[in-house]
């Protein structure tokens, strides 16, 4: 049976993973506004093998949201291979690993983008992975990180780069890679390497996701020329303007791209907020606070309606900030 990848129509536009972020409110709003898949925040597949609450919590969504994948980050086989089957079970459309993260404390374990550096180990968790999964399986990637000083003579820059890993592992049936086209080192600003992504579309088998500094429809339109990938991951371009999907599904169809109005980002808003209460109660309305932060952005008055919007503490002191500044806009 082809996986729900192979029938999502090219070019792909999939909702980059975000911790903080990418929880089942904002997904289910990025589907409505033009999203093809989304992916959630990565949880730690420790956590989920020891059952641990708020890592099981973020493994929860909504039917319409689908397809959905859940990403994991960890270097345990023992454990992927327990969360694999949670996450299987649980009914995601597909599971994928975590080989892109910089933070100190992922690294720290051997896990994210330090697995670029061990592209044979990075193969052996693959493989006890694919070996229970049923769902398709992707990776998600960065372009490069430097070698560590024992590696290598002094003075010598030898990097580990996406396609060593591709290398590695394209002879296995992983569904789709996404590349964020930064180093390791770049951190999350800085110019993309390009050349790098459409090396791995070039040598990987599967769909390839291009992802990094997409913005705009131009931009998406410019990377996907530049590096011929399947499709592209938004990230914090999404970030109060979901309907960035559908602009860029009309902008590449050839069709007049929608602006949207105050009251229609306004509406998005108000049912951002309103999912985001029915998803997680009081405190859904907590961490929705830095989401009302970027639809603020860009309006009249956008310094005032930030600052009132972090505080409205419930759904109607959202509604009636956001009326309000319509009102006196
Ligand atoms: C706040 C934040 C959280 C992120 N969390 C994750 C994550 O959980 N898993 C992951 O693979 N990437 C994560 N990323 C990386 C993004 O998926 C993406 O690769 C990166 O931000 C580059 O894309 P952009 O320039 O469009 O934001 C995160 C990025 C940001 C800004």
Not at 65 to 89: L, M, S
Not at 104 to 117: D, M, W, Y
Not at 271 to 282: E, F, I, N, P, T
Request: aromatic share 6%; glycine share 8%; proline share 5%.
């Amino acid at each position: 049976m082809p996986s729900f990848w192979q029938q999502l129509a090219k070019p792909i536009l999939a909702l980059a993973p975000m911790e903080g972020y990418t929880d089942s409110a904002f997904r289910l709003l990025a589907r409505e506004q033009g999203a093809d898949v989304v992916y959630t925040e990565f949880v730690s597949s420790d956590a989920i093998a020891h059952r641990g609450k708020t890592a099981l919590a973020k493994l929860t969504f909504d039917p319409a949201e689908q397809p959905v994948v859940a990403q994991i980050f960890g270097r345990d086989p023992a454990a992927f291979v327990t969360a694999a089957k949670e996450i299987e079970r649980r009914g995601f459309a597909g599971l994928d690993l975590n080989f892109g993260c910089p933070a100190r404390k992922v690294i720290g374990s051997g896990a994210g983008v330090a697995l670029l550096r061990d592209p044979q180990y990075a193969r052996r968790l693959i493989e006890s992975v694919l070996d229970v999964l049923t769902i398709p399986l992707s990776i998600k990637i960065r372009a490069s990180i430097r070698a560590e000083r024992r590696e290598v003579a002094p003075d010598t820059e030898q990097r580990h780069t996406a396609l060593d890993l591709i290398e590695a592992i394209r002879d296995l049936p992983v569904a789709t890679v996404m590349v964020h086209g930064r180093s390791f080192e770049q951190g999350f600003s800085g110019g993309l390497d390009v050349e790098m992504i459409r090396a791995v579309k070039q040598r990987f088998p599967g769909l390839v996701l291009a992802n990094g500094g997409l913005r705009t429809v131009e931009d998406v339109e410019h990377l996907l020329t530049a590096t011929g990938a399947d499709g592209v991951g938004l990230a914090r371009g999404a970030l109060g303007c979901p309907w960035l999907f559908r602009q860029i599904r009309a902008y590449l169809s050839g069709r007049d791209v929608p602006e949207l109005s105050w009251p229609e980002i306004r509406a998005v808003a108000e049912r951002h907020a309103r999912q985001a209460v029915a998803a997680k109660g009081g405190r859904g309305l907590t961490e929705l606070r830095k989401h009302l932060a970027h639809y603020a952005t860009g309006q009249p008055r956008a310094a005032t309606l930030r600052a009132r919007l972090v505080r409205a503490a419930t759904l109607d002191d959202v509604r009636r900030t956001l009326a309000e500044v319509t009102v006196h806009a």
